[in-house]
């Protein structure tokens, strides 16, 4: 995410699925593709309008009276929340990470929610309406889904991140109450409710498929003549424990094979080891063995998104850094490709601090003599592709979705069901959250971000001297808003960005819950996701991010914070006027109309050639992913998509009935064990002191995948 406008990868792909509405596999982007025959037993026109796959794996029987919200649900939901967001927070800062796995949370409060259910004594605690059974009953699956959702509202990391991490690490200063910026995001999710949770065309997000799949083989395993489901949990178990003793090498022990830069080996050329290094060149054909820098996504992605990603990231790695290493294109000679740093005329480091007076205003003084910052190369195209994807992604909607959302709306103002699927059927049999609820949401955590700058208790208003409104805006146009006078400290337009647009990021997670939940009652939903947001923790790995100490593996660069602090200086503190003043800086924002016009082409295109499937060729992902793409970690992208290529043309296609059993909890598993290595590895080496693995062969100090003479900035000599 960049201060410009930003279009979240899976957000997009979760819009645009229902492109490819021929009942065929999503993914399936050949015109030839294999259709999945239907195997509706009762032939039922409710079942029909779902896809197979969700009517495989999504259990269509509801019971209203088990228990959801219970003693049980608080006591493992706080506990395990607060230990996901810890180790959230902690991946945050690494260069790639996989976020807190859910699945960790659906195995250990499974299990922990049936020793309490057996062992705890049936006895009422407290009197009348303020008491509680400490025993319920047997552990339900509505329980488990709650605990579950509770722990995944806050296994992201904390938008108040955004803010508070560049204050304290940069600016050495400390805030709070950020909490209201979060509550903001529920009431987003539930106005788009309609949109996306009961409207047909969106049926399902993949990332909750995968949880679908555990809950129900965890659920079947303990049932009756269940030897299916309790094969595939042996295999889950088996696969969590073979990826977390995987991960000791690439985490700890031999770092040598999280990048396997095979033109490295055999040529000692900087050229050559530009082009073939993972950790600071372009890649080529670089292979990784560590899972954190893959992912499940190669999954659950359909294949058609994998493409554009794929696609993105061969423009990033393999074409632009390369022009820019070998033809000193954008300055690339003299500043390093790709940094996201700032930089003078000169080459030496941009002198933020002495810039920002006391009273939080530019040095006018100085900035004449030194000019606007200077960016790299990379973070000129980044921030091209940023506002081409966010004016695209409205255009693409508008297109391809604008008939069926307007459809939707017209559907929701006549007081109409919106679907008639049977998952929708279930959901009516519970009260809906009332409107007022969604309004209080957004009506008072806003009225407490302005006592709170009142009181001088956060930073908002003192950093920034502008009072700020909820919308779509970004730093760019909060830089234009701010010229007219005020406060030009740079946090100010992270507390802007997290207002006024992050807001919405959180709104996409509330809505996946939203998804998986079908059969728990949404007031109750709603009451989960809240509680979960009380139970989180923050940081570690400053002195790396501040640059004191030097991380060889890379693995710890806090890349997203430092570029979230560039962009803020270059948009708050300098301003968007005297950037773009600058004729080599005013061609990114053609990406606007590039935005609003390459969509329109693939309208056209698809309008014109149907069967070529223009319309799966996504501006919004294709650019976002560009935009995304930060460089100095060219390693996973190729891995990941040989491996989403095996996983969908080979094992999905010709192996089907293998791949709806495994496929999904298989790569939860990976997931799985590698947050438990992660667990382990810090308890292990660093809680109380720190043991260095010692450096050899496969953990040299100097490059980790001895790519040993790797320039940073373009060629010097003809």
């Given at each position: 995410?960049?201060?410009?406008?930003?279009?979240?990868?899976?957000?997009?792909?979760?819009?645009?699925?229902h492109?490819?509405?021929?009942?065929?596999?999503?993914?399936?982007?050949?015109?030839?593709?294999?259709?999945i025959?239907?195997?509706?037993?009762?032939?039922?026109?409710?079942?029909?309008?779902?896809?197979?796959?969700?009517?495989?794996l999504?259990d269509?029987?509801?019971?209203?009276?088990?228990?959801?919200?219970?003693?049980?649900?608080?006591?493992?939901s706080?506990?395990?929340t607060?230990?996901g967001?810890w180790?959230?927070?902690?991946?945050?800062?690494?260069?790639?990470?996989?976020?807190?796995?859910?699945?960790?949370?659906?195995?250990?409060?499974?299990?922990?929610?049936?020793?309490?259910a057996?062992?705890?004594?049936?006895?009422?605690?407290?009197?009348?309406?303020?008491?509680?059974?400490?025993?319920?009953?047997?552990?339900?699956?509505?329980?488990?889904?709650?605990?579950?959702?509770?722990?995944?509202?806050?296994?992201?990391?904390?938008?108040?991140?955004?803010?508070?991490?560049?204050?304290?690490?940069?600016?050495?200063?400390?805030?709070?109450?950020?909490l209201?910026?979060?509550?903001?995001?529920?009431?987003?999710?539930?106005?788009?409710?309609?949109?996306?949770?009961?409207?047909?065309?969106?049926?399902?997000?993949?990332?909750?498929?995968?949880?679908?799949?555990?809950?129900?083989?965890?659920?079947?395993?303990?049932?009756?003549?269940?030897?299916?489901?309790?094969?595939?949990?042996?295999?889950?178990?088996?696969?969590?424990?073979?990826?977390?003793?995987?991960?000791?090498?690439?985490?700890?022990a031999?770092?040598?094979?999280?990048?396997?830069a095979?033109?490295?080996?055999?040529?000692?050329?900087?050229?050559?080891?530009?082009l073939?290094?993972?950790?600071?060149?372009?890649?080529?054909?670089?292979?990784?063995?560590?899972w954190s820098?893959?992912?499940s996504?190669?999954?659950?992605?359909?294949?058609?998104?994998?493409?554009?990603?794929?696609?993105s990231?061969?423009?990033?790695?393999?074409?632009?850094?390369?022009?820019?290493?070998?033809?000193n294109?954008?300055?690339?000679?003299l500043?390093?490709?790709?940094?996201?740093?700032?930089y003078?005329?000169?080459?030496?480091?941009?002198?933020?601090?002495?810039?920002?007076?006391?009273?939080?205003?530019?040095?006018?003084?100085?900035?004449?003599?030194?000019?606007?910052?200077?960016?790299?190369?990379?973070?000129r195209?980044?921030?091209f592709?940023?506002?081409?994807?966010?004016?695209?992604?409205?255009?693409?909607?508008?297109l391809?979705?604008?008939?069926?959302?307007?459809?939707?709306?017209?559907?929701?103002?006549?007081?109409?069901?919106?679907?008639?699927?049977?998952?929708?059927?279930?959901?009516?049999?519970?009260?809906?959250?009332?409107?007022?609820?969604?309004?209080?949401?957004?009506?008072?955590?806003?009225?407490?971000?302005?006592?709170?700058?009142?009181?001088?208790?956060?930073?908002?208003?003192?950093?920034?001297?502008?009072?700020?409104?909820?919308?779509?805006?970004?730093?760019?146009?909060?830089?234009y808003?701010?010229?007219?006078?005020?406060?030009?400290?740079?946090?100010?337009?992270l507390?802007?960005?997290?207002?006024?647009?992050?807001?919405?990021?959180?709104?996409?997670?509330?809505?996946?819950?939203?998804?998986?939940?079908?059969?728990?009652?949404?007031?109750?939903?709603?009451?989960?996701?809240?509680?979960?947001i009380?139970?989180w923790?923050?940081?570690?790995?400053?002195?790396?991010?501040?640059?004191?100490?030097?991380?060889?593996?890379?693995?710890?660069?806090?890349?997203?914070?430092?570029s979230?602090?560039?962009?803020?200086?270059?948009?708050?503190?300098?301003?968007?006027k005297?950037?773009?003043?600058?004729?080599?800086?005013?061609?990114?924002?053609?990406?606007?109309?590039?935005?609003?016009?390459?969509?329109?082409?693939?309208?056209?295109?698809?309008?014109?050639?149907?069967?070529?499937r223009?319309?799966?060729?996504?501006?919004?992902?294709?650019?976002?992913?560009?935009?995304?793409?930060?460089?100095?970690?060219?390693?996973?992208?190729?891995?990941?998509?040989?491996?989403?290529?095996?996983?969908?043309?080979?094992v999905?296609?010709?192996?089907?009935?293998?791949?709806?059993?495994?496929?999904?909890?298989?790569?939860?598993?990976?997931?799985?064990?590698?947050?438990?290595?992660?667990?382990?590895?810090?308890i292990?080496?660093?809680?109380?002191?720190?043991?260095?693995?010692?450096?050899?062969?496969?953990?040299?100090?100097?490059?980790?995948?001895?790519?040993?003479?790797?320039?940073?900035?373009g060629?010097?000599?003809?």
């Amino acid at each position: 995410m960049t201060a410009s406008p930003v279009v979240d990868t899976e957000t997009v792909v979760m819009a645009l699925d229902h492109l490819d509405n021929d009942k065929k596999v999503v993914d399936d982007i050949e015109s030839d593709s294999i259709k999945i025959e239907e195997t509706d037993e009762d032939d039922d026109p409710a079942n029909d309008m779902l896809p197979e796959i969700v009517r495989g794996l999504v259990d269509f029987e509801d019971d209203p009276t088990m228990p959801v919200i219970t003693w049980r649900f608080f006591f493992l939901s706080g506990t395990l929340t607060a230990l996901g967001a810890w180790l959230t927070q902690m991946g945050y800062f690494r260069t790639t990470y996989i976020p807190y796995s859910i699945y960790f949370v659906q195995i250990v409060a499974l299990y922990f929610g049936r020793i309490l259910a057996s062992t705890l004594p049936q006895k009422q605690i407290g009197r009348g309406k303020f008491s509680f059974d400490l025993n319920p009953g047997p552990f339900s699956i509505k329980e488990h889904v709650a605990i579950v959702l509770a722990a995944n509202t806050r296994a992201t990391n904390n938008l108040g991140d955004y803010v508070l991490a560049p204050l304290q690490i940069f600016y050495e200063q400390r805030t709070s109450a950020f909490l209201s910026c979060v509550f903001i995001g529920f009431s987003f999710a539930s106005f788009a409710r309609i949109f996306v949770v009961e409207n047909p065309s969106t049926p399902y997000v993949y990332s909750s498929l995968q949880q679908v799949a555990v809950f129900n083989a965890m659920r079947k395993s303990f049932e009756e003549d269940a030897a299916g489901a309790q094969k595939q949990m042996r295999v889950f178990w088996w696969f969590i424990l073979g990826f977390f003793l995987w991960q000791f090498l690439p985490e700890y022990a031999f770092p040598f094979v999280s990048s396997l830069a095979f033109l490295c080996w055999f040529s000692k050329n900087p050229k050559a080891q530009f082009l073939g290094s993972g950790l600071g060149g372009a890649g080529f054909l670089t292979v990784t063995l560590d899972w954190s820098n893959i992912g499940s996504q190669c999954v659950y992605y359909p294949y058609w998104a994998q493409v554009n990603i794929f696609a993105s990231c061969v423009v990033a790695a393999w074409i632009l850094i390369p022009a820019a290493f070998f033809t000193n294109a954008w300055g690339s000679a003299l500043y390093p490709i790709q940094s996201q740093a700032l930089y003078l005329k000169n080459g030496s480091t941009y002198p933020t601090t002495d810039l920002l007076t006391a009273d939080y205003g530019l040095n006018e003084t100085l900035f004449e003599e030194i000019g606007p910052p200077m960016m790299s190369a990379q973070l000129r195209w980044n921030y091209f592709a940023a506002y081409v994807a966010y004016l695209g992604s409205f255009v693409s909607c508008a297109l391809f979705q604008g008939t069926e959302l307007w459809r939707t709306f017209k559907t929701y103002r006549q007081a109409k069901p919106t679907s008639n699927d049977k998952l929708t059927e279930i959901i009516r049999r519970y009260p809906a959250v009332p409107i007022w609820w969604n309004i209080a949401l957004f009506v008072i955590p806003f009225i407490i971000l302005i006592i709170l700058t009142a009181k001088g208790v956060s930073y908002i208003y003192s950093v920034s001297g502008y009072q700020m409104q909820v919308g779509f805006f970004n730093e760019l146009f909060y830089g234009y808003a701010i010229d007219a006078g005020g406060s030009r400290h740079p946090v100010g337009a992270l507390s802007y960005r997290v207002i006024s647009g992050q807001c919405w990021y959180e709104a996409q997670s509330m809505l996946a819950d939203m998804k998986l939940c079908y059969h728990i009652p949404p007031r109750k939903v709603l009451l989960a996701q809240i509680w979960g947001i009380f139970l989180w923790v923050c940081q570690t790995k400053g002195d790396v991010l501040k640059g004191l100490v030097t991380d060889p593996n890379r693995q710890w660069t806090g890349q997203h914070i430092i570029s979230l602090n560039y962009q803020s200086i270059t948009f708050a503190l300098v301003g968007p006027k005297r950037l773009f003043a600058d004729p080599i800086y005013t061609p990114m924002l053609y990406g606007f109309l590039v935005g609003a016009i390459a969509p329109c082409i693939l309208f056209i295109l698809h309008r014109r050639w149907p069967r070529a499937r223009f319309d799966l060729w996504s501006i919004p992902i294709f650019c976002d992913t560009l935009e995304l793409y930060y460089g100095n970690i060219s390693v996973n992208f190729f891995t990941r998509f040989v491996l989403g290529s095996i996983n969908h043309l080979w094992v999905k296609r010709y192996h089907l009935g293998f791949w709806k059993k495994y496929a999904y909890l298989s790569s939860a598993a990976a997931d799985t064990g590698y947050n438990f290595n992660l667990l382990v590895i810090f308890i292990a080496f660093s809680a109380v002191k720190t043991i260095p693995m010692a450096n050899w062969w496969g953990n040299n100090v100097q490059s980790v995948e001895r790519c040993f003479h790797v320039p940073t900035q373009g060629i010097q000599d003809s």
